[in-house]
């Protein structure tokens, strides 16, 4: 949660859809978009989080030094392209 980011030390914590927001990012965090307990609303999970995806333009506006941290294990071509993930 952000308070608990703040009660460790995290400067910033930025939720947002604007996408101008990763420029110069050092790390940009995603997880799976429907957890185990949540398959059976993945297709309506999908469309909602779609417009979301870290994919190549994503992390190339970021800039080379950004790093994709993901919560294991990761659903390749949803919440991530294969090209972000390697």
């Known amino acids: 949660s952000v308070e608990r980011a703040r009660a460790g030390g995290?400067?910033?914590?930025?939720?947002?859809?604007?996408?101008?927001?990763?420029?110069?990012?050092?790390?940009?965090?995603?997880?799976?978009?429907?957890?185990?307990?949540?398959?059976?609303e993945a297709d309506s999970r999908q469309k909602i989080f779609e417009p979301y995806q870290v994919n190549g333009e994503l992390m190339a506006r970021a800039g080379p030094q950004c790093r994709l941290l993901h919560c294991l294990p990761a659903e390749r071509g949803k919440e991530c392209t294969d090209e972000v993930i390697e």
């Open 10 to 40: 995290v400067s910033e914590v930025l939720i947002t859809s604007d996408i101008s927001a990763v420029e110069g990012a050092d790390y940009i965090y995603t997880d799976v978009w429907a957890s185990m307990g949540q398959k059976e």
